[in-house]
């Protein structure tokens, strides 16, 4: 198990390294000059200081030596400045991620969880009226595009009903530190948690109900029947056990569709999130920060995807890792 | 011997599929959807004597009446006109996409999975970077780098989406190499690409024209999210995306603005993922995928 992970770790590092120099390209050959944004607005600027920036900021080297600065700085956890905010990017990028891990996180565990007891039900209750419908619930979900439902949330419970704000993350007139400071936040987060929750049901409801499907046909089941186990036991203790294995696999599998899905959401939500973030750092030509931002967001993804992995070996006995 | 086609000439396995195909109520339901929306698409421009640009001032934001079935925009527009036009644009991404993507993957996938080696090892190093960073993450930074319009949003498409082709065409060909047909078609002296393209692409079709329809589908969500964030399809051409754009600048006085392109991107999501869904069914029940 120790070599299996060594090894995973190691095999990460390559993929890490080739993500980074792709996405280092792309957003060279991103239109726009990187130093409008900073110069924008000095009034005595004269050519020789704009080539003496660009000489100074390295912008005339070649894309490989530009990246391997790059990265050197990266790998001592440097990514330099963001030229929009005149900010440590680690400043920016920090309180955003940790903003973004809790809109995700939100929506993970109440939308997987909601999922996985549909799934439940339909699995036990197959072919009946309610399994039909929750399928139908989840296909719908998954059809809806996440910016509109966005907008329809924001018209039906911000707009028409007036119970929830439109947007952004706090209220400017509460007190921060106090209880109705979490409160306003909490109110805050329903709407893009729903929203995320909504179209990301449909993967785990199915999976969860097929996987449970294909072990309440197994002899064993049969037996734990037998021997007088009531239904509660038998699919509880029994066969959820087995039936829960694949369905981890899956919500890891999931994962860059939130993280992806919460892009969209905060910025239609204006949510103070990384997604946000990388939009606003694209618009505004902010190529350290949108780089930063992509790295992070590819780190998450592939750390799990390695989560997935462990936790698989780690649920199911069946498996061995060879190192 | 049996008398007439055999079930395995190709007619009788089209037809076969056809079959189980017609049993699947929930495929009737996404077959007609999308005919319904392609019709419409089609000819509803032309049920109404406005062009897509022609501003009236005097009849702005109005709401729906029998001159404006689905009411005017802020400059007197017609919001019916606009979404038909907008359909055609987002309706031949999603098409051009899902069959490219999947003619490129497919032809990547199936020629990786048998020739093996190097190449494969490449090709799918790329897929895996790909898969690496959340797709709508990935076609923001291309679509500022391939900049906006309706040629490159299609480029920029085809260049994430063909990895989902050829991950499963690569998947199919690794479990039909060994098997005794391609060993047969071998032994008799077939090229190369002989194998490839006559025994290996028809086997491994059914999850292709699966893996189509979703990525049709994938294509419109992608394409509508990126033209809304105004990184896609760019005013004066209308797509569902920069619609909702546009109506949600006035969201507060005409949400109807903002509810019903919507509600046509919903539908042909609907009507795609309905599709693939009963398409897969039809093909192989066992054939699962899951959709990142």
Known sequence: MLRYLVRRILEMVPLLFITSALIYLLLYLMPGDPLYTMLEGVPNLRAEDYQRLRVLYGLDDPVYIQYWKWLWQMLQL???????????????????????????????????????LLGIFSAIRQYSFWDYFFTVIAFIGYSLPAFWLALMMIIVFAVKLGWLPTSGMTSPDVV?????????????????????????????????????????RQDYLTTARAKGLNERAVIGRHALKNALIPVVTIIAITMPRVIGGSAVVETVFGYPGVGRLLYVSIMGNDLVVAMSVVMIIAFTVILFNLLADILYGWLDPRIRYQG | MTRGKSTRTPTGRWLALW????????????????????LLVIFGPYLFPYELDQVSLTERMHGPSTRHWFGTDELGRDTWVRIMHGGRVSLTVGLMVGISAVLIGGLVGIVAGYLGGVLDNILMRIVDVIYTIPRIVLLLVLSKV????LGSIIIILIAVEWTNAARLARGAVLSFREQEFVLAAQCLGASKWRVMLRHLLPNSLAPLIVAATLDAGAAIRAETTLSFLGLGIQPPTPSWGNLLTNASTNIFIAPLQVFLPGMFIFFTLMSFNLLGDALRDAMDPRLTQVRR
């Open chain 2, 19 to 38: 079959q189980r195909f017609k049993q699947h109520r929930v495929a009737y339901a996404g077959l007609f959807f999308f005919l319904a929306l392609l």
């Open chain 1, 78 to 116: 440097n990514p330099g400045y963001s030229r929009e905010y005149g900010l440590p990017v680690f400043d920016i990028i920090l309180p955003a991620f940790k903003n973004t891990l809790v809109l995700t996180l939100a929506a993970v565990v109440i939308g997987k969880s909601v999922a996985v």
């Open chain 1, 176 to 216: 921060p530190g106090t209880w109705a400071a979490t409160a306003d936040w909490l109110k805050h987060l329903i709407l893009p948690v729903t929203v995320l929750t909504i179209s990301e049901i449909i993967q785990v409801q199915r999976y969860m109900r097929s996987s449970l499907l294909e072990v309440l």
């Open chain 2, 146 to 149: 391939a900049g906006p319009g």
